[in-house]
């Protein structure tokens, strides 16, 4: 994960600390260990598919969806909102199946509850290019 691009950062310390460990697990490709981070009644939606819900239903989805790519790394530009709620914007640099690195710009909604677990994830970002062969 990248951090020397963060420009705003509007959490805590110590949600700040949480969430670069969250980043951290999302970049290991660790459904496990992602898992611990979520809620049973949580959600993720991608851009304008139907939400995955339940943690059960989410975890496998991205199980799933993580064997489409070989890498991911995270490079934070900015996070925006409170504790509880809050936006990513950053850089999502991919190595695809065939070694190809691609980098895509990505903005996702985080909600978290009072346990500190993610209920819901809404990411935004344009895959094509995850998933177009180059030149």
């Not at 999302?26 to 949580?42: M, N, P, R, S």
């Not at 199980?63 to 909102?81: C, K, M, P, R, V």
């Amino acid at each position: 994960m990248k951090t020397e691009n963060l420009r705003i950062n509007q959490l805590s310390p110590e949600t700040y600390e949480w969430y670069l460990k969250y980043l951290e697990t999302l970049d290991t490709l660790d459904i496990e260990a992602y898992g611990k981070f979520l809620a049973q009644d949580c959600s993720v939606q991608s851009n304008n598919a139907l939400p995955m819900e339940g943690k059960e239903v989410v975890i496998q989805g991205l199980a799933d969806y993580w064997t489409t790519f070989a890498s991911l790394e995270h490079d934070l530009l900015n996070i925006y909102g409170s504790d509880s709620s809050f936006v990513l914007e950053a850089l999502n640099h991919y190595k695809r199946n065939d070694g190809q690195e691609v980098t895509i710009r990505a903005v996702a909604f985080t909600d978290r509850n009072t346990e500190g677990l993610v209920t819901s994830v809404r990411f935004y970002t344009d895959t094509t290019p995850l998933f177009t062969k180059g030149d």
